[in-house]
């Protein structure tokens, strides 16, 4: 069988990596970081264009895997573009990152590879994030007319509209969601630290506690009279010993007992209830076995 022998290592190393993009990136890079095995780039965002196109032609990122967009609320530039990179011939993957606002365009990568419009599509319909110079820049998985992003952590997880179909008009419709009711509130802190609200058994705390044990060793304390105090103490009988003498037995069964003689006369003589009465044998067909 033939050895096939490719260029691209199988398993590429980390080493080196990083210092030698951020010095090809140059003035273009923000900062840097190795984490968790990965290699991640932070760039400017008006030249994330130049930094991609770089990576591709002279240091052999040939794929655009993905583009992902993250949503940090409380930033000024609240999300975060991330284009994850694959390189073939060193079976090598990077990342870089830029960050945008509500109403910060991106530069958009699909004159470097045709994918990404379908990819920026899909970060413009989840999170809002406007890509400058992507022609087609529609939403791609909600639906038509659909108002909001849903990654984002301010949008509610019920939406603002519901789609049923209405037996009346005999057509879709559109209508604001309506729910039959709130969502409950789920406190999960841990019994053992404490709960803000009251657990069952909580009442029992509040009792006072059991300073004098009651006990009725004396006849003072039984709530009674002399006389039933007196009732109480009195011993009981012990209960009675077994003897040697044998208790009468029950009578023999009448079949164990010797055959009666037969009556004299006509009449006959009674069977015994016990015994089981004869069934009458009938004759085989051809169908019986």
């Known amino acids: 069988m033939a050895t096939v022998l490719h260029s691209a290592p199988r398993f590429a190393s980390n080493e080196g990596v990083r210092e030698t993009l951020a010095a090809a990136l140059g003035d273009m890079l923000l900062a840097s970081k190795e984490r968790h095995g990965e290699v991640v780039f932070g760039v400017e965002r008006e030249r994330i264009e130049d930094a991609l196109r770089l990576l591709r032609d002279e240091h052999d990122y040939q794929q655009l895997m993905e583009i992902a967009g993250v949503d940090y609320p409380d930033r000024e530039e609240r999300f975060e573009v991330v284009y994850m990179l694959l390189s073939l011939t060193k079976n090598h993957r990077i990342m870089v990152k830029v960050r945008a606002a509500e109403n910060t365009p991106v530069p958009t990568v699909t004159t470097l590879w045709p994918v990404a419009g379908w990819l920026e599509r899909e970060v413009f319909d989840l999170y809002g994030v406007i890509f400058e110079g992507n022609t087609d820049l ?112 029950a009578p023999e069964p009448t079949e164990d007992r010797p055959a009666k003689a037969p009556r004299k006369g006509k009449s006959a003589g009674t069977k015994a209830a016990t015994q089981p009465k004869p069934r009458a044998r009938r004759k085989k067909t051809d169908g019986d076995s």
Do not use: C, H
Not at 225 to 235: D, G, I, L, P, S
């Open 138 to 249: 529609r939403r791609i998985l909600t639906d038509y007319g659909f108002e909001g992003f849903p990654f984002r952590k301010d949008f509610p997880l019920t939406g603002y509209q519901e789609l049923r179909y209405s037996e009346e008009e005999k057509r879709v419709v559109y209508e604001p969601v309506e729910l039959p009711q709130d969502f409950r509130t789920f406190e999960f802190t841990s019994p053992w630290e404490g709960a803000d609200y009251p657990l069952p058994g909580d009442e029992k705390a509040a009792m006072p506690q059991v300073v004098e044990v009651k006990t009725t060793e004396a006849p003072k304390q039984t709530g009674s009279n002399a006389k039933t105090n007196a009732k109480a103490a009195e011993k009981v009988a012990p209960a009675p010993k077994k003897t040697a003498t044998k208790e009468p037995r």
